[in-house]
């Protein structure tokens, strides 16, 4: 089960990976770990400090995925990088949450911040998994069943994501 990917729904957006006609569809194959696609299963990571709200204790992405909402991850070098995304974004708490994900040279200091959550990727494993590099921004949305549904450059990636699944968006 979990080799399965949605990479060709319609219903899927990825800014990054475009779509190459006469491509072969495979929903079972193989996924090549070094490529993460919209459509893939969301990749887990551990030892995340939990700044906001003020917890101060370590968790994993899959610990703030829930199956009843959707959630918005914003990587980014800094608050101050993901702010301009999540103040573009405005949708109900109880279909969408916000969240941040900073890498380990981010002060993990609370700092106020449209998310509700913000992590600090303390040992790298989330820009591992997300094939991420510290200085890059990029924004992920994942669905409730734990797959990405997109990957884009901003709120405008979002926007147009939601969408196709949403109804007056």
């Known amino acids: 089960m979990l080799g399965i990917n949605c990479r060709f729904s319609s219903i899927v957006l990825d800014e990054f990976t475009p779509p190459v006609e006469g491509r072969p569809i495979n929903a079972y194959g193989v996924l090549d770990e070094g490529h ?6 969301a990749p887990d990571a551990p030892e995340l400090l939990h700044i906001q709200p003020e917890k101060l204790d370590a968790t994993t992405l899959f610990s703030i995925y829930r199956p009843w909402y959707h959630t918005i991850a914003v990587f980014a070098p800094s608050l101050t990088d993901a702010t301009p995304i999540l103040a573009a974004l405005e949708y109900d708490k109880n279909v969408v ?10 002060p993990a200091i609370h700092v106020a911040s449209p998310a509700d959550i913000v992590l600090v990727d303390q040992e790298g494993h989330a820009y591992t998994a997300y094939l991420l590099e510290a200085t890059q921004t990029k924004v992920f949305v994942i669905r409730p069943d734990g797959v990405i549904g997109a990957i884009v450059h ?3 990636g979002v ?3 939601f969408s196709k699944i949403f109804v007056n968006v």
């Not at 993460?36 to 299963?41: C, K, N, S, T, V």
Request: glycine letters at 10%; zero cysteines; charged letters at 30%.
């Open 97 to 106: 949450r916000l969240a941040v994900v900073l890498p380990s040279t981010a």
């Open 36 to 41: 993460l696609e919209a459509g893939d299963r």
């Open 154 to 156: 901003g709120a405008e």
């Open 159 to 161: 926007k147009r994501y």
